[in-house]
């Protein structure tokens, strides 16, 4: 489980377009995969109950899932959901590889009213900067194992979040640098990861944290550089979390006011605080005292910027080990994936909400086929019914498990469905989309 960590955090609104497609990848869900020393029936019936605790989480998109007293029952009898399971082989390392019953995992999600989170999951670039045993700091990449590294991606892969290192390659290397990633800079974070097509960007500096001192600028980076000031940082106080990245202060600005909305762009946004930040200077003696106490919560900090829907966020967690940073990191993030993107089926039908739906560009069976196929397969949709073709327009009543705006959320994932717009790019009112293939 997720240990309380303190987390520094303030959101900051970009008005972005609400229905912009992620690049996302679908997870297998209700497998999971289990180093074991051995094969026998012991070893097996605890790989079992460990694989199904995986997959639970994993399916609901939430450690606290383990805590409802139907899935404690669905962990005492594991084999009830087992589908099949077989053994893999990596080196000198054995895998007890199993697979569970879908359908049965979605009716237990449903009868506890607990939190269904589909195959579709956004995708995130993480820059984590890190210092070496002979203080050389280095940005961690995808072909260059560190344990840091090996644990940051294997949570991620058992939590069911799609995530990856950069290349770090002759692009990267000219695009960004080590002292944009422990800086944590928004801009230089965004255009490097443009690359990638990622639209949720983690950027991550993790260090000693040594009493009375603070993870210092690298050398050779102008402190009074305007670009390079670290915005939103220091300003904010400590608040207890429990395994959640602190979003709740969108919309607010550094300063506690409230920001505007469509009128100002991303691009505008941070340039007016980048010109703000010109002003300030690097350091203030409320940041030593902040990071003075930071020394009494671990060996180890890990600054972070959170990059994605529309949000800006800043925090820090604190650890005695590098490689439970990286852990606790991915939980929270995982969490705060699943709290945006799950749903709660209602517990009976008369909880279920119907609503219509038209889908342009359904000119051919091809094209019906895929999208009937595609709104039955969302986690959000119990079922979708056609109830009206006019042209290539086809109207569809689709009942749901959870809210229109889950099912806004979910759709926005992908550019299969794209909500039609206005001559102005207006969405146009009621649930109209476009289909895209």
């Not at 999600?109 to 984590?128: A, D, N």
């Not at 000219?174 to 097509?197: M, N, P």
């Not at 050398?219 to 429990?242: F, K, W």
């Not at 829907?309 to 650890?319: C, D, P, W």
């Amino acid at each position: 489980m997720f240990q309380q960590q303190l987390i520094r955090g303030v959101g900051l609104a970009i008005a972005v377009c609400t229905m912009s497609a992620q690049a996302t990848q679908h997870v297998v869900v209700n497998e999971a995969q289990i180093p074991v020393s051995d094969q026998s029936q012991k070893t097996q019936a605890n790989a079992v109950k460990e694989a199904l605790t995986q997959v639970m989480v994993k399916v609901s998109g939430n450690t606290a899932v383990l805590q409802n007293p139907g899935v404690r029952a669905a962990l005492r009898k594991p084999e009830a959901y087992l589908r099949s399971y077989r053994f893999s082989y990596s080196g000198n390392e054995t895998f007890y590889v199993a697979e569970f019953d879908k359908t049965k995992l979605t009716e237990l999600m449903k009868r506890e009213g607990l939190p269904l989170w589909g195959e579709r999951r956004p995708e995130t670039i993480v820059w984590l900067a890190t210092e070496t045993d002979d203080n050389e700091r280095i940005i961690l990449d995808e072909s260059s194992p560190t344990p840091v590294g090996e644990m940051l991606v294997n949570t991620a892969k058992t939590r069911g979040v799609p995530v990856s290192l950069p290349l770090m390659d002759l692009t990267d290397s000219a695009s960004i640098s080590i002292y944009d990633v422990w800086g944590r800079f928004v801009q230089s974070l965004t255009a490097s990861s443009q690359r990638y097509g990622v639209d949720n960007i983690i950027g991550a500096r993790l260090y000693k944290n040594t009493p009375g001192e603070m993870p210092s600028i690298p050398e050779g980076l102008p402190a009074s550089s305007g670009s390079n000031q670290d915005v939103g940082e220091g300003s904010t106080e400590a608040q207890p979390l429990s395994g959640e990245l602190d979003l709740s202060e969108v919309g607010i600005d550094p300063n506690g006011q409230e920001v505007g909305s469509g009128s100002v762009t991303g691009e505008e946004l941070i340039a007016s605080m980048v010109n703000e930040a010109q002003e300030m200077p690097p350091f203030t003696m409320d940041e030593f005292t902040q990071y003075a106490q930071k020394a009494q919560e671990g060996e180890y900090a890990l600054d972070w910027v959170f990059v994605g829907n529309g949000k800006v966020s800043y925090g820090s967690i604190f650890a005695d080990e590098p490689t439970s940073l990286t852990h606790q990191l991915v939980d929270a993030y995982a969490n705060y994936l699943s709290s945006q993107y799950a749903v709660i089926p209602g517990a009976v039908d008369a909880e279920r909400v119907q609503i219509s739906v038209s889908v342009a560009n359904l000119d051919s069976l091809k094209k019906y086929a895929n999208a009937n196929a595609y709104l039955n397969s969302l986690s959000v949709i119990e079922e979708a019914m056609l109830t009206g073709q006019t042209g290539s327009v086809a109207t569809y009543n689709l009942t749901l498990l959870g809210t229109p705006e889950d099912l806004l959320n979910t759709v926005r994932l992908e550019s299969k469905l794209r909500p039609v717009t206005d001559a102005f790019g207006q969405v146009v009112e009621g649930y109209t989309f476009y289909w895209n293939e």
